[in-house]
């Protein structure tokens, strides 16, 4: 069982910057692979980013690549999504979430969602 919670959500001008943080309590971080997933207001919930198990490999949406940034730390049991240069269209609720996979997925097939933390970008 992993629990996640996620932080870092706010108001932001176009262009600026933000950091997501995603702490998971449970056993076995590390045998996890975590994603970042997005949905905006009467979307479908959209992939955003993926990172293995070690953190060795990482896999991007077209929309964020160049601009986002995934990373962990295992120590701190701990994912994070670095957002740079932030768009209006960036604005939604931002996922994390947990699957004991070697697969790279992108669509929500993952094992434990956190709750949510709300990203609005204004233009």
């Known amino acids: 069982q992993v629990q996640l919670v996620e932080s870092g959500g706010g108001l932001v001008q176009a262009g600026d910057s933000l950091r997501l943080s995603c702490a998971a309590s449970?056993?076995?971080?590390?045998?996890?692979?975590m994603a970042w997933f997005r949905q905006a207001p009467g979307k479908e919930r959209e992939f955003v980013a993926h990172?293995?198990?070690?953190?060795?490999?990482?896999y991007y949406a077209d929309s964020v690549k160049g601009r986002f940034t995934i990373s962990r730390d295992n120590a701190k049991n701990t994912v994070y999504l670095q957002m740079n240069s932030l768009k209006s269209e960036d604005t939604a609720v931002y996922y994390c979430?947990?699957?004991?996979?070697?697969?790279?997925?992108?669509?929500?097939?993952?094992?434990?969602w956190g709750q949510g933390t709300q990203v609005t970008v204004s233009s």
């Open positions: 449970g056993r076995a971080f590390r045998s996890y692979a």
């Open positions: 979430a947990a699957a004991q996979t070697l697969r790279i997925m992108i669509t929500p097939d993952y094992d434990y």
């Open positions: 990172i293995s198990l070690s953190g060795g490999n990482t």
